[in-house]
């Protein structure tokens, strides 16, 4: 059974920094591409930034990039985001995901190539 656990989230000031965290088990982890999403109430779901476990490609979404960086640590099956410079338009829940059958992963940052989807966390920034 895939299971996706984020950890992480809370409430920060503008100009602030949070770590999310989403461990992975169920599934063989390696060679599959890892994202996190964001969506803000009222608001559809977005991309926020994937990476490959194999290595070799990750994107983001021009709103985060310069501040966010996701990171990969392939021995504990665990995908980070690191948010820093964080501004009020970053609120929202933040929900990790897998794709579990693609060899790479596309920089469109689609959702629909995800099929498994933690139960997300929230992140607050307040001006």
């Known amino acids: 059974q895939v299971q996706l656990v984020e950890s992480g989230g809370g409430s920060v000031q503008t100009g602030g920094s949070l770590r999310l965290s989403c461990a992975a088990s169920?599934?063989?982890?390696?060679?599959?591409?890892m994202g996190w999403f964001r969506q803000a109430p009222g608001k559809e779901r977005e991309g926020v930034a994937v990476?490959?476990?194999?290595?070799?490609?990750?994107y983001y979404a021009d709103s985060v990039k310069g501040r966010f960086t996701i990171s990969l640590d392939n021995a504990k099956n665990t995908v980070y985001l690191q948010m820093n410079s964080l501004k009020p338009e970053d609120t929202a829940s933040y929900y990790c995901a897998a794709d579990v059958y693609s060899t790479y992963c596309s920089g469109d940052i689609d959702e629909r190539f995800f099929a498994y989807w933690g139960q997300g966390t929230q992140v607050t920034v307040s001006s």
């Open positions: 990476s490959y476990t194999g290595g070799g490609s990750t």
């Open positions: 169920g599934y063989t982890y390696s060679s599959n591409c």
